[in-house]
């Protein structure tokens, strides 16, 4: 038994971080027992413990417990957790965690050139030690970018710091322990970048749209054996000289000259600079780090002449090269996702010109970009015509967090699916969810962010990164009385959309519902308040109570869905107001929820009352009195058989699949219905159905794009045409992660793993297999720790299950098509093998729809044999036709196939099994 993990705010060991709040949880592994009998928590400033700052004990949330504690500026604090379980072993583990400056004044100064040289600045000051040093901490930010150096070693390793805000509400500082860097005679300067702050930035490609000068503020602070402190802090002694980079900004790439004398014409005083020092704020956002190593592929040479650099996958991040060239020499590297015609192309980029320059100055060097990012699979290299395939590295970036999910399954296309959405996550979770990494974009949209983050929540432990994107939420919130931004930073702009705006209930409740803290929960509890009670007093101010539609404000609605007014409609069509009541609905029963675990008595009973109206309200306008939707589209049903917004739910399962029906078995949904589609399918007892639209491999379908060599998910369900060509829509990404988010089906029902409550201390393991996977294997690596679930189909027939349950967890286990009785179990590893109810090697029957079957050619054939009727009937059978079933064509009685027919068919169907 052993603690394996502590966190703090979701985060092991922070340095130089917001506690505010302050949440502690672990995990722990290997327990002989099966429950925590008890648990203690205690705080010390000295790792010894001889003075203990705070202490609980008893049955303590391992989940999350809220520490109240007065934390001082610049101090280690040790924390020391010992559990106990029911069979008395025990685990103690001792941790820590290090305060930033808190609310302590600034004794540095904001500094930064006297004057645009027309190169990116360093600035820098000299500094001797000589005595021996105890430690030594770098609390330092700049603006737009910066990079430390000590000694000509860059301090830390992380990039593009001090990562994307709202600059004018505050800046991170970040926290560096820099005690190895330190020596008799030291440098320390800081490199300075463009980045969101004065770069090219937002929808419209401002210029410094939050200001148009360089600066830095830091505090070295060197603590010796003696006890004695001493500051090194940027004032007017500091100096400046130019750099090598030239050009650099988030859309548009770098510009580096290695033949500039970096030193000529440049050399200064820095300024001291009259800016705001009470907006700056230990960090919240987690590191943002240079991840996996990607080798070149293939070396592609166009038919234009091109050199073309593919590295197989779609990411976000740079390159890096060894750079052995004769001085004045130019490599030009520009990036795209995809090729037409076997040429280079990034015309989907817009006004992004996406471009790393490095002009050589004769010596070798190992070379990357400092202050920009690229997405891309491909690079046309310029200059270097015989780059090979050794010299260059492709170097992934993304916010530095835990993978927490593991999926693999025998069907190949949906494994590429499930890296496809992975790697979504990955390119586009840069300290905030972007919407995509290529394009001169790169926002982050809210109502992407929602859609995918219980997907995201199971791919990854995204607690500390949507608690920075909350933190940006509640900051533009405060800015617009309520409202929620469509994206952040908000640069100005308004918000109050649906589904969008209801990022600020929808994703605290994924982490509430996939973490389990209540303690951590609170913290987002005014963010939420505040966004219903906005739309609240919006609906009020139209319709003279808060109980109204939603109605009379600028909605998305189902954005991009394929059921618009025309193909490329940028909304689908379903009523907007009655997307965004329905949402609005949720969003008070959220609240109203959560303030009822958070013991706001009085809070929950309004919200849970109005949220009551709301609904009521919603079954009057749209509703017949026989329970039947007016809106029908795949998205309205959807939507209310997600939230629960009917009076029964049967009628609206049974118009979902006549509305299927006639759309011919294809998904019609946008950003609203698609990213939930087969997981309320699965919900309501659909799961065979759910499979169908997951496995769909044409236009629109899922696994469209993986066969088109999609290595992530794009933005639109054909962004890229049958033929290879790019759709020419305005608004066309390749790495788009919304509709990555059926992972969550693949994780909670091919899988079976869901949480039953919040967080994963109780469980349901139900996995629904299916033919076409043939095989699943999933360990989700929850807080509670690991789950797993695994299912094989047997050559005989028989299944196969594995389930994993966590230490001081319960599960309740239904295995699939079995009549054995749902078993309660705790802690443990179980398996069964067993004879299911189902034929589960089976692949067709008569409810198989024959569009399927006739994709299987040897099936097909086989089919065509049984009757001459049924072979008539297929042969001049039409789209709409080719979507019935054996059994719907049987009971046409001017088709001339007969049941007995059927009978033969079913017979000779059934004897078609899967193959392991």
């Not at 005595?131 to 830390?156: F, H, M, S, W």
């Given at each position: ?752 793993i869901r949480p039953d409550g919040n967080g994963f201390r109780k469980l349901l393991l139900a996995p629904q297999p299916h033919a076409r996977l043939g095989r699943l294997s999933c360990r989700y690596k929850s807080t509670a720790g690991t789950v797993g679930s695994s299912w094989s189909i047997l050559d005989d027939g028989q299944i196969h299950c594995r389930f994993e349950v966590p230490f001081n967890a319960e599960a309740t286990i239904i295995l699939p098509y079995s009549d054995q009785e749902p078993v309660n179990v705790t802690s443990g590893i179980y398996e069964y093998t067993y004879q299911p109810q189902k034929d589960l090697r089976t692949i067709y029957d008569l409810d198989t729809r024959v569009i399927h079957i006739k994709k299987d050619e040897a099936a097909f054939e086989q089919l065509l044999t049984v009757d001459e009727a049924l072979t008539r009937f297929i042969r001049h059978a039409d789209e709409e036709q080719l979507n019935m079933t054996i059994r719907e064509i049987s009971g046409l009685f001017f088709t001339g196939v007969t049941q007995e027919a059927a009978s033969r068919a079913a017979l000779l169907l059934s004897g078609l099994k899967l193959s392991n």
């Amino acid at each position: 038994m052993q603690i394996a993990k502590i966190w703090f705010n979701g985060v092991e060991e922070p340095l130089g971080y917001h506690f505010t709040p302050l949440i502690v949880s672990w995990l722990v592994e290997g327990a002989a027992g099966e429950m925590q009998a008890s648990a203690s928590l205690q705080i010390s400033a000295d790792p010894d413990f001889t003075e203990i700052l705070y202490g609980r004990a008893g049955d303590l949330d391992s989940l999350g417990v809220a520490v109240e504690l007065d934390l001082q500026p610049r101090t280690t604090y040790f924390v020391r957790i010992d559990v106990y379980s029911d069979q008395g072993s025990h685990a103690q583990a001792v941790s820590r965690f290090e305060t930033g400056k808190l609310a302590e004044p600034w004794e540095a100064e904001w500094i930064g050139p006297q004057a645009d040289s027309g190169v990116h600045p360093r600035l820098l000051t000299d500094f001797a030690v000589h005595k021996p040093l105890a430690r030594a901490r770098l609390y330092i930010t700049g603006l737009g970018l910066y990079e430390a150096y000590l000694n000509g070693e860059k301090v830390g390793d992380e990039v593009l710091t001090p990562l994307v805000n709202n600059y004018d509400a505050f800046i991170q500082v970040q926290t560096y322990d820099v005690t190895r860097q330190i020596g008799g005679q030291n440098e320390l300067s800081i490199l300075l970048g463009n980045g969101w702050y004065k770069g090219r930035f937002g929808l419209q490609g401002e210029q410094a749209y939050f200001g148009s000068r360089f600066a830095a503020i830091a505090e070295l602070i060197l603590t010796f054996t003696d006890g004695e402190e001493r500051k090194i802090t940027t004032d007017q002694s500091w100096h400046c000289t130019g750099s090598s980079i030239i050009e650099s900004g988030i859309y548009d790439g770098e510009l580096i000259d290695r033949t500039i004398d970096v030193n000529a014409d440049t050399e200064g005083q820095a300024d001291i600079l009259p800016m705001d020092k009470s907006k700056l704020m230990d960090r919240i956002s987690p590191p943002l780090r240079l991840q996996e190593m990607l080798p070149v592929q293939k070396v592609l040479h166009s038919p234009a002449g091109e050199t073309i650099l593919d590295f197989g996958q779609n990411f976000a991040g740079w390159l890096e090269f060894t750079a052995d060239f004769p001085a004045g020499h130019t490599v030009r590297f520009e990036f795209g996702e995809i090729l037409q015609n076997d040429r280079f192309y990034n015309d989907n980029y817009g006004t992004a010109t996406a471009g790393f320059t490095y002009i050589s100055g004769g010596s070798r060097e190992t070379v990357t970009p400092h202050f920009t990012y690229f997405g891309f699979r491909y690079v046309r290299v310029t200059g270097w015509d015989s780059v090979t395939k050794e010299d260059v590295l492709g170097r992934a970036i993304y916010s530095d967090l835990e993978r927490t999910g593991y999926v693999e399954t025998g069907n190949a296309k949906l494994n590429q699916l499930y890296s496809n959405s992975l790697w979504g996550l990955k390119s586009n979770f840069l300290d905030m969810p972007t919407d995509c990494p290529q394009r001169a974009e790169r926002l982050g949209w809210t109502g992407d962010a929602q859609v995918f983050a219980p997907a995201a929540s199971y791919h990854m432990d995204t607690r500390a990164f949507y608690r920075k994107y909350l933190f940006d939420m509640r900051t533009e919130q405060l800015k617009l009385g309520g409202s929620i931004p469509n994206y952040m930073p908000a640069m100005g702009t308004g918000g109050g959309a649906s589904v969008w705006g209801d990022a600020a209930t929808l994703i605290p409740a994924t982490l509430l519902k996939n973490y389990g803290s209540v303690a951590e929960a609170a913290q987002y509890y005014p963010l939420m308040k505040d966004w219903v009670d906005y739309l609240g007093f919006r609906i009020e101010d139209k319709h003279g109570t808060r109980a109204g539609l939603n109605d009379g404000s600028f909605q998305f609605g189902d954005w991009l869905a394929l059921d618009g007014a025309t193909p490329s409609s940028f909304k689908g069509g379903t009523d907007d107001t009655y997307i965004a009541t329905v949402y609005y609905y949720e969003s008070l029963r959220i609240v109203g929820d959560l303030s009822g675990k958070l013991g706001r008595a009085e809070e929950a009973e309004h919200y849970s009352r109005l949220a009551g109206a709301v609904k009521e309200k919603l079954l009057f306008e749209y509703y017949t009195p026989a329970g039947r939707l007016s809106v029908d589209t795949q998205s309205a049903y959807i939507i209310a058989l997600k939230f629960a917004v009917c009076t029964d739910k049967q009628v609206i399962i049974n118009q979902l699949k006549n509305r299927i029906k006639r759309d011919l078995y294809k998904i019609r949904c946008g950003f609203v219905g698609a990213p939930i589609f087969c997981q309320v399918l699965a919900e309501n007892g659909m799961a065979d159905l759910a499979y169908d639209f997951l496995l769909q491999e044409d236009f629109p379908g899922w696994l469209y794009a993986v066969n088109l060599g999609a290595t992530t998910i794009w933005e639109r369900w054909n962004s890229v045409l049958p033929d290879g060509s790019m759709n020419p829509a305005g608004m066309n990404s390749l790495n788009h992660y919304s509709y990555g988010a059926v992972m969550e089906f693949v994780y909670e029902y091919a899988a079976g793993i869901r949480p039953d409550g919040n967080g994963f201390r109780k469980l349901l393991l139900a996995p629904q297999p299916h033919a076409r996977l043939g095989r699943l294997s999933c360990r989700y690596k929850s807080t509670a720790g690991t789950v797993g679930s695994s299912w094989s189909i047997l050559d005989d027939g028989q299944i196969h299950c594995r389930f994993e349950v966590p230490f001081n967890a319960e599960a309740t286990i239904i295995l699939p098509y079995s009549d054995q009785e749902p078993v309660n179990v705790t802690s443990g590893i179980y398996e069964y093998t067993y004879q299911p109810q189902k034929d589960l090697r089976t692949i067709y029957d008569l409810d198989t729809r024959v569009i399927h079957i006739k994709k299987d050619e040897a099936a097909f054939e086989q089919l065509l044999t049984v009757d001459e009727a049924l072979t008539r009937f297929i042969r001049h059978a039409d789209e709409e036709q080719l979507n019935m079933t054996i059994r719907e064509i049987s009971g046409l009685f001017f088709t001339g196939v007969t049941q007995e027919a059927a009978s033969r068919a079913a017979l000779l169907l059934s004897g078609l099994k899967l193959s392991n």
